[in-house]
Each structure stands twice: as structure tokens, then as C-alpha cells.
């Protein structure tokens, strides 16, 4: 299936040395073809067998659903606002009023707990001054007069 060197489709050499052989395939289902780049004997691994290794080269793509890849549990946070200079100024003044409280921390104390506190001033501040963002509402596209038309034209076809 590949254009290769002879030498790299050997998967087996007989004792004498002469007799070459490919007796190793490398098996797919057919809707998974595409996804083979390469297969190869490698001579020179030493797996204490008169076979040679067989690699094949994958190629895998793994498909992620638009709902799954969309899906955002946190705040999105209306990040167009900071273009108008007024909110941008009180959102700044937001994260310097803030910050300061933060820095009463001890060095001591873990950083993980320091994180989820800048974490969160972050947030409180952004959701005071820029506001959350509206999720698009999608209006429906098969309404009743739809299924009207669609039970008329099963009518017609069993008539």
C-alpha cells in the first residue's frame, strides 16, 4: 500500500539469510484506512525473534462535539465594555481597591489558596463593572405551521 524499499516490506528472514518474507500485515478496518500514514519493518530491533518489527504510523482524529467544545461553566464576562474609557476606568478602580486587601497574606500560606483569592477578586471585579455577557438565544426554526405542511404532504403521499 506504501512505495517503500523493498528491504523496509521484509517483516522475516528465513536462517540462511536469502529467503525474505513478508508474513506480518498489519490490520484495519476500512473506514480507519485514511487514518495509516505508514507501516514499516524495522530491522535492527532486537526482539529476540527471527520477525522483524512492524510499526505502523497513525494518524487519529478525535472528533469533538459542538455542544461539548461550547460548554463553559463559569461567568462570561461582557469583555466589550472595557472598549468604552468610563467602564474601563471603574473596572480599574475595581481591581486596585481590591488588590490591597490581598496583600495582607501571609508568605506562609499555600499558594493554591492564593491563587482561588486573586482568582476570585478578579471575577468579583470584572462581574461589578463589565457586567455578564448575554448567550444568544436561538429562535426555534420548525414551528407548528411547519408540521402542518409535513403531515398535508404524508397525507398526499398515502392517498
Given amino acids: 500500500m506504501f512505495l517503500q524499499r523493498t528491504i523496509l516490506k521484509y517483516t522475516w528472514t528465513s536462517l540462511d539469510g536469502k529467503t525474505h518474507n513478508q508474513i506480518d500485515q498489519t490490520l484495519i478496518d476500512r473506514r480507519w484506512h485514511s487514518s495509516i500514514l505508514d507501516v514499516r519493518g524495522f530491522r535492527r530491533a532486537d526482539c529476540d525473534t527471527d520477525h522483524y518489527l512492524v510499526v505502523a504510523k497513525v494518524w487519529e482524529r478525535l472528533a469533538v462535539s459542538k455542544q461539548a467544545a461550547q460548554e463553559f461553566e463559569g461567568d462570561r464576562f461582557n469583555l466589550r465594555n472595557l472598549n468604552e474609557l468610563k467602564v474601563r476606568q471603574q473596572y480599574q478602580i475595581e481591581i486596585t481597591n481590591r488588590f490591597p486587601g490581598l496583600q495582607n497574606l501571609s508568605d506562609g500560606a499555600d499558594i ?9 477578586t478578579i471575577k468579583i471585579s470584572a462581574k461589578k463593572s463589565l457586567g455578564l455577557q448575554e448567550l444568544k438565544q ?19 403521499l398515502h392517498t
Avoid: S, T, V
Fill in 112 to 120: 493554591n489558596r492564593a491563587w482561588e483569592n486573586i482568582k476570585e
Fill in 138 to 156: 436561538h429562535k426555534p426554526w420548525f414551528y407548528e405551521e411547519c408540521l402542518g405542511f409535513l403531515h398535508q404532504r404524508k397525507q398526499a
